[in-house]
C-alpha cells in the first residue's frame, strides 16, 4: 500500500466490532469526538495532488486504503460520495481499496457508470460476525 486516502472523517458505530475502534481512540486522545462526521478540506482531492514538477504525488499502478477514519458507505457521507467516485474515475491507474462495516449499502452507492466494476477499486468489508445487526444505534456500542 502506498497510502491512505480519508475523503471524510468520523464515523457511527454499528456492530459490536465497533467496540474498540481505533479512529475513536485516536480521536480521544486529541481530545476530538470520532461521531462527528465531516468532509476533509486538505485531503479530499489528495489523490488528484501533483508535485511541483506536475507529477501526481500517488504514481500510477500505487495503492491507496480509503476511509481509514470513516465508512466509505457511511450514510452521513452520501452527499460527498459522488465527488469521491469522480477522483478514482480520474485517476483508474491507481488501485483504491474501500473499507466498510456496511456491505448492505454497497449497491444503492455505487456510481452511475459502474457497470460490471471498475479494474480499480476493490472492498475491504470488515465482517466480525453472523449475527443480525442491532439496529446501527450508535448508543448500542459504548465509546
Known amino acids: 500500500m502506498h497510502d491512505i486516502w480519508n475523503p471524510w472523517h468520523g464515523c457511527r458505530k454499528c456492530s459490536e466490532g465497533c467496540e474498540n475502534c481505533y479512529m475513536y481512540f485516536l480521536d480521544r486522545m486529541r481530545d476530538q469526538d470520532g461521531r462527528r462526521i465531516y468532509k476533509t478540506k486538505s485531503g479530499f482531492r489528495y489523490p488528484l495532488s501533483k508535485d511541483r514538477q ?11 486504503r480509503v476511509c481509514m477514519t470513516s465508512d466509505f458507505f457511511l450514510e452521513e457521507a452520501d452527499p460527498w460520495r459522488e465527488e469521491a467516485w469522480a477522483v478514482m474515475r480520474q485517476r483508474k491507474d491507481v488501485k483504491f481499496f474501500l473499507l466498510t462495516k456496511r456491505p448492505q449499502r454497497v449497491a444503492s452507492c455505487l456510481p452511475y457508470d459502474w457497470g460490471e466494476g471498475w479494474e480499480n477499486v476493490f472492498f475491504n468489508v470488515t465482517c466480525e460476525n453472523q449475527e443480525p445487526e442491532k439496529g446501527g444505534r450508535e448508543d448500542s456500542y459504548p465509546l
Open 54 to 64: 506536475g507529477q501526481y504525488k500517488i504514481k500510477s499502478g500505487e495503492m491507496i
